[in-house]
């Protein structure tokens, strides 16, 4: 009743809504995990290419996250639709995602590490095509900021990248990986779970050309002495071994040494 409620008078004032409140209204919905009517869905496209420009990196970032994310929610909820539907849908998400690409493009370097790392992680969901020069773009801009990168930053960006198969510049490469050493405990040593320090190895094996790479050796020796560390202080028990095995896997596969050798 109460959605019910915010609906019918959401549908009044709409028509005001600027870049911020479409913002916070569609994050807002996100969070929540609710379901988005395709009718508020279509009122927000309509608005947005009346009034693109008016979008800042920030209202750009969190409007494409957020529609996004709605629209995993309710594919993921009907399970009734038919064919002609579901085109229909990835034909308005890719013009959607076309009208972001551009617009990041007009300013590549005005966004920030986290709407970059965002963008990145939503382009991957979305299973979008990034042109050679968009990716370059995007490498140059996230390779400025890595400076401020944070744990969960570096997680979906190279997550991302590996998820569409973009190769990593050589220079945003050496950058990632000083930033990772760089990284004190007192910018999250805790948020270094078992889970986000094996994504991240597993990503950036998969975004460079060989982790084997001397260059890369104080990266390789900073992630097991921080996994090791988080490993140490888990609770003995099935998800640990299942973590453990995890953390195997990766290494393996990036034809490292095991964690777990003297």
Known sequence: PMLKVWHDRFVRVEHELSPLGWSTVLMALAKLQLFLPERVESAFLEHFKETRAKYNPQTLTNVFWAVSALRALRAAADDEADGDDEVADASKEDEFSAEVIELFKQRPYDFSSRELATLMGTFARNGAKLAPETQLEWQRGFEMQAVRCTP???????????????????????????????????????????????????????????????????????????????????????????????????????????????
């Open 152 to 262: 969960r930053e570096m997680d979906l960006a190279l997550s991302g990248m590996a998820q569409l198969g973009v190769r990593a510049e050589e220079s945003l490469a050496d950058v990632l990986a000083e930033r990772f050493v760089a990284m004190t405990p007192t910018e999250g040593d805790s948020a270094w779970r078992l889970a986000t320090l094996t994504r991240v190895l597993s990503a950036f094996a998969c975004v460079v050309d060989d982790i084997r790479d001397a260059r890369f050796a104080p990266f390789v020796k900073c992630w097991k002495s921080r996994a090791r560390g988080v490993f140490e202080e888990m609770h003995e028990g099935h998800a640990r071994d299942k973590q453990r095995e995890s953390v195997d896997m990766v290494l393996s596969a990036a034809q490292l040494d095991p964690l777990w050798v003297p």
